[in-house]
């Protein structure tokens, strides 16, 4: 699949903003007045900035009021829905904090815990696509989860954040494992895609045209196993190993900031390649996978 | 509605011989005027080196290896295949993607897409694509503006594509009613889905090509080993001492 940076963007900034708000609505952090501004617009700010750069995905972005009208049958209408619903309902709650209006905390219980089925419903989008084996496993929103709730135990200071962030490498680690079988797994070859399996073995003489089309610039993205590989060692490095190591360091709020640059440096490298190893069953028709 | 329909009274949808397609690209062609008028199909840098655009439906070619038998091309035409459990449908988040519960039809409704392409991402045929000048997704609406159209003359009252086919190699027809020409020829054919795994369950059916006979030897064989008698035999000698 094609790694767009608007997709990967708005994954990894809202999944960590939203990840951050369920820690703030939880009230692990008791902060008041200006501090309490910064943390929340901190959380407002990445989460917003992840959901605007997913409109610079849409081809046609002046219907989008009308996504939120197919949440009985859709992942992406859903995830319009629970994330407006967030963003709305801890609103009180951050002004509360930023004012000492002392409403009661089930408020931020309720929005925080919206805040990560929105993270949920986000990783559901990727994962309820068959013709994407890669993404197709109950791991895929194991991944998303463990992210958004390990940077939201950085941001706020956890002192369990380091081991958090030691998941996040692990979670990677499966999901690369499961996912480089996935495809073979799913079991679809040009044979069953022309179902010309029945006959022989089928294999591309020709191409159907020329020059690139929609399909092969949206879904047939090729990276190298080299390049791959080296990146898979860079996301692990800096989304889990450097940040866990850093938060261990009596470095205080430098500390957080320095591992939040790192962590989200990982993220953005691990999410590329979550688009750009993705292989999409179509490819078979154009050759892809012999 | 993204939600499908329980079930539809009719299954409009094709039947495709892969066994007298000749990969003429007629079908493309036609399907690509027709519809270019109709909705639109954008075409980018046509004469430049990179030319690019919509197609609702794309030819392939392919060699197969068959055992014990001459290997074969196969050419084959790939569009939407109006499934009856089309993922396309569900994702769609505005629902400007749905499938009519009259004909079985899916369609886009191209006023309400936001351009997200996730139906695009759910289809394993890739039958959709993204038109890159309107920002709104295209696919094969199954000729729907000829195939109810009173305004044309009977016989042009099928798809584009099965209209134009010089070799009669698609059909067209209620694949629901299991007396239709199309149910027949799937019956007869052995026509098959593509990649049923996918639980998509298509309506279009593929008719596969007929395996070739075993190294059928050519009518002319026996003249290509012949031995010069008499005349033309000494001829063939002397010159042959030369």
Redesign the interface.
Known sequence: ?HPAPSVILFSVLSGLGFGFLAFLGWGALTPSGWAAFLLWGLGYGLAVAGLLAATF?????K??L?????W??????RE?WASVATLVLLAPMALSDIFGLGLPRILGQVGGALAILTVFTTAM?YT?????PRWHHWLTPVMFLTFAIAGGAMLSGRTWAPLAMLAVGAVLLAHWRVGDGAFAR???S?G?????D????????????T?????KR??IFVVGRKHAARLRKIALGLASVAPALVLLLPLGLFGIALATVLHLAGALAARWLFFAEAE???GL??GARG | MTALPQTTQKKLGLVIDLDTCVGCQACVTACKGWNDAGIGLSDHDPYGAEPHGTFLNRVHSYQVVVEGAPAQVVTFPRSCLHCDNAPCVTVCPTGASYKRAEDGIVLVNEDACIGCGLCAWACPYGAREMDAAQGVMKKCTLCVDRIYNETLPEEDREPACVRTCPTNARHFGDLADPGSAVSRLVAERGGYDLMPDMGTKPTNKYLPPRRKGPGDASPLAPLLDIRASGIAGWLDRMLGKL
């Open positions: 699949m995905h849409l081809g046609n972005p219907n989008a009308k996504a939120f009208t197919q009985r049958t859709s992942w992406l209408s319009a989008i309820q696509i068959k013709a994407v799913a079991g679809q040009l069953t895609a022309t179902g010309l029945r006959l022989g073995v089928p294999s591309v003489l020709d191409p159907a045209h020059a690139g089309n929609y399909l949206e879904m999409h069953v179509v028709y154009y």
